[in-house]
C-alpha cells in the first residue's frame, strides 16, 4: 500500500497488559499495516521483547519495508520520562525495563519516543480522531487498567514526570478497594475489567469460573442483574472522574476507548447521568464524552504523531 500524500513512515507500538499492536502509519495519519499479538503471560523480560521484535518486523515486511523516519510508542506505565524504563503495572515481566533503549538499538539513527499508552490514545485523537478540531481533550483508556493523557490549548501536557491526565488514579470512593498503585477508591480499582470481573464475582455472578470483562458485558445485556449492576458501577465511577476532570480542566471533548468502551449504553448511560449530576458549573456543562472514534488504532496513531506532530505533541528532547 503507498504512503499517504505527506510521505513519512513511522513505526508505532502500542503495549499493554492485554495485547501488543504495532502498525506502520504514514504522514497524513493513516494506518498503511497492522498487526497484534497477545502480550505474553512470561516472568521473563527478554520472551516479552522477543514477542515484541518479531511484530515489529512483520509489520514493517507487511507495509513493503519502507523507509522509516522514526519510531513511536505508547506503553503501560509506569516509566521514567522520556528515558522509557518502563514498569507497567499489568504487565509485571518487565520491571525497569530500559524500552527506549532496546528500541534505539533495534533501529539505529531514528528517533525513538515513548509515551505512556493511555497519552497517545489522547494525542491520537486530538490529532485525528473525536477530538480534532477543539483544544481541551482528556483522552481515555478503560480496559485492563484505566489510564489518560490531557490536551490543553492544543498541546500534550506531560507534567512535571510525564504523567500528567493520570485520570485512573482520581480517588472516587475514598473507602474503596486497593488499587495496585497502593491507594485505595482510585478509578482504575474500580472500573478496570479485571476490578469489575472480581466484583460481579464477589456478588455472586458466575463464582470460581475464568471469565472476562466482554462475557460481564455480555451477560449484561442479556438481563443479568449483578452483571449489569457491576457496569453501572463503572459508569459512575468514570462519570464522577470526568466531572472532576472537567471543572480542573475546563474540557471541551473526553474520548474514551479500550475495551469497555465497546459496550456502548452499558457504560456510557450511568456516566453521562452521573456526569451530568456533578458537572453544574456553567462552564462544565457543554463537555463531550463520546468514544474514541479511531477505535484500536488511537494509541498507533497518537504514537506516530509523537514524530510526525512533534511540535504539538513531544517536548521532551
Known amino acids: 500500500m503507498p504512503l499517504g500524500p505527506l510521505g513519512g513512515a513511522v513505526l508505532a507500538v502500542d503495549i499493554g497488559g492485554t495485547k501488543m499492536a ?3 502509519v504514514d504522514g497524513a495519519g493513516e494506518v498503511v499495516a497492522y498487526d497484534r499479538v497477545a502480550t505474553p503471560d512470561d516472568p521473563d523480560a527478554e520472551v516479552l521483547w522477543r514477542a515484541l521484535d518479531g511484530l515489529l518486523g512483520k509489520v514493517v515486511a507487511d507495509a513493503g519495508a519502507p523507509a522509516l523516519i522514526g519510531v513511536g510508542v505508547g506503553c503501560g506505565g509506569p516509566m521514567t520520562w522520556p528515558a522509557a524504563e518502563v514498569s507497567p503495572l499489568n504487565i ?3 520491571r525497569g525495563f530500559p524500552l527506549r533503549e532496546r528500541l534505539r538499538e533495534r533501529h539505529p539513527g531514528l528517533p525513538v519516543r515513548v509515551h505512556n499508552d493511555a497519552v497517545c490514545v489522547a494525542v491520537g485523537e486530538h490529532w485525528r480522531g473525536a477530538g480534532r478540531g477543539y483544544d481541551n481533550v482528556l483522552g481515555m483508556v478503560v ?3 484505566v489510564g489518560g493523557g490531557l490536551v490543553l490549548n492544543g498541546r500534550l501536557i506531560d507534567g512535571a514526570s510525564g504523567n500528567a491526565g493520570h485520570v485512573g488514579h482520581v480517588i472516587v470512593e475514598p473507602d474503596g478497594p486497593p488499587c495496585g498503585c497502593g491507594g485505595r477508591g482510585c478509578l482504575e480499582a474500580i472500573a478496570r475489567g479485571p476490578g469489575l470481573v472480581a466484583w460481579a464475582q464477589g ?3 458466575r463464582p470460581g469460573e475464568a ?9 449484561a445485556r442479556a438481563g443479568d442483574a449483578v452483571a ?3 457496569m453501572r458501577r463503572a459508569g459512575r465511577a468514570l462519570g464522577l472522574a470526568i466531572a472532576s476532570a472537567t471543572h480542573l480542566c ?3 471533548v473526553v474520548a474514551i476507548g479500550g475495551g469497555l468502551s465497546q459496550t456502548g449504553p452499558l457504560l456510557f ?7 451530568r449530576a456533578h458537572a453544574r458549573m456553567d462552564f462544565s456543562r457543554d463537555v463531550k464524552v463520546v468514544p474514541t472514534s479511531l477505535g484500536q488504532t488511537s494509541g498507533l496513531v497518537g504514537a506516530a504523531a509523537l514524530i510526525l506532530a512533534a511540535d504539538r505533541y513531544w517536548h521532551a528532547d
Open 250 to 252: 475546563d474540557l471541551d
Open 228 to 230: 449489569a449492576a457491576a
Open 22 to 24: 504495532s502498525a506502520v
Open 143 to 145: 480496559s485492563t487498567g
Open 211 to 219: 471469565v472476562t470483562g466482554v462475557e460481564l458485558a455480555e451477560d
Open 269 to 275: 448511560d450511568p456516566l453521562e447521568k452521573e456526569l
Open 203 to 205: 456478588e455472586g455472578w
Open 92 to 94: 509485571h515481566a518487565w
